[in-house]
């Protein structure tokens, strides 16, 4: 009876994709969203150091911590060239382990600029997406990449799909579609 709920992360344009509870379970402390901009939030400052010493280790790559305990974060680095590696380093100290690369297809591959757009809709509500492009200059043939149904979306993050399709001389296109309930019905 005493609780009350919190708005912990709130955007018309972009979706929670996950969130991760700080390493003792008391709260939640990283929001994960589709916002190409700020994929990742501290909620704490815990979580706030987390993501500073990650941004330190990724460098200019992308990255995201996917999970932490009390001593250890498990991350994801998108490099420029071969994709995303999973990457631990220690909250504790300097301690980083080696990357294990997470497609090994794409090892040697330079991986393809992902823009984000976004636009709207007949109804007015923003529809975001996800755009690689192949090298070389256009006209492109282009391929729409559908993800699964209304519970999964695609984000800033490496997508293998695209990378493949965008080495193979495809322009990718990835559209966020919305989701079904009862405002869309």
């Known amino acids: 009876p ?4 919190e708005i912990l992360c709130a955007d018309e344009c972009y979706d929670v994709t996950s969130v991760l509870t700080s390493p003792d379970g008391s709260a939640p402390d990283i929001v994960t969203t589709t916002d190409p901009e ?3 939030s501290a909620l704490t400052d815990g979580a706030a150091a987390d ?11 992308p990255a995201r911590i ?3 305990n009390a001593g250890f974060c498990l991350a994801e680095v998108s490099n420029p060239v071969g994709g995303p590696a999973y990457l631990t ?5 300097k301690a980083v382990g080696k990357p294990l690369v997470r497609y090994t297809g794409l090892s040697r591959i330079r991986m393809h600029k992902r823009q984000s757009f976004q636009f709207e809709a007949r109804d ?3 529809i975001t997406g996800f755009l ?3 090298p070389g200059t256009p006209p492109w043939p282009v391929v729409l990449v559908i993800h699964d149904g209304p519970w999964a979306r695609d984000d800033a993050h490496m997508d293998p799909w695209a990378q ?5 001389g495809f322009c990718c296109l990835q559209v966020n579609y919305r989701e079904i309930g009862r405002a869309h019905v």
């Open 2 to 5: 005493a609780w009350k709920p």
């Open 38 to 40: 700020s994929p990742q």
């Open 51 to 61: 993501l500073s010493r990650l941004r330190h280790l990724a460098g200019d790559a």
């Open 66 to 68: 996917l999970d932490r």
């Open 89 to 93: 380093f220690s909250r504790t100290s």
């Open 124 to 126: 007015g509500r923003m």
């Open 132 to 134: 690689t492009r192949p």
């Open 164 to 168: 493949y399709l965008a080495s193979a």
